[in-house]
């Protein structure tokens, strides 16, 4: 394992299964991402508005460099059919160096 470029991100959102695919679509046509892996059937129990709630969603795990995050979170907002969406953004510290080369290339 090599060291990371520092602007190479993971981000964690939930988003309901029928929107999902056609918001990690768009984020990749748009070069926000660089790719998204979509888990499937992630049940979700969460507290909202008072009450606890239980859901069935997709975990997108998106890819990308630092200086795409706002951009990216906005354009996530706007597709996104949630109130308040999850959107989680961790620094990647180490990885594959050619892999974390191809994620920084195709976010530009």
């Not at 990690?24 to 992630?42: K, S, W």
Request: with cysteine.
């Amino acid at each position: 394992m090599l060291k990371a470029r520092p602007q190479i991100r993971v981000v964690l959102a939930t988003a309901p299964a029928k929107n999902a695919e056609r918001i990690a679509r768009t984020l990749l046509d748009e070069r926000l991402i660089a790719c998204a892996n979509l888990l499937p059937r992630v049940r979700s129990l969460y507290r909202w508005k008072g009450k606890v709630e239980r859901g069935v969603e997709t975990l997108m795990m998106m890819k990308t460099s630092s200086r795409k995050v706002a951009p990216l979170l906005k354009r996530f907002k706007q597709l996104h059919p949630y109130e308040v969406p999850e959107f989680l953004s961790l620094p990647v510290d180490a990885g594959n160096a050619a892999y974390l080369k191809w994620v920084h290339a195709e976010c530009t």
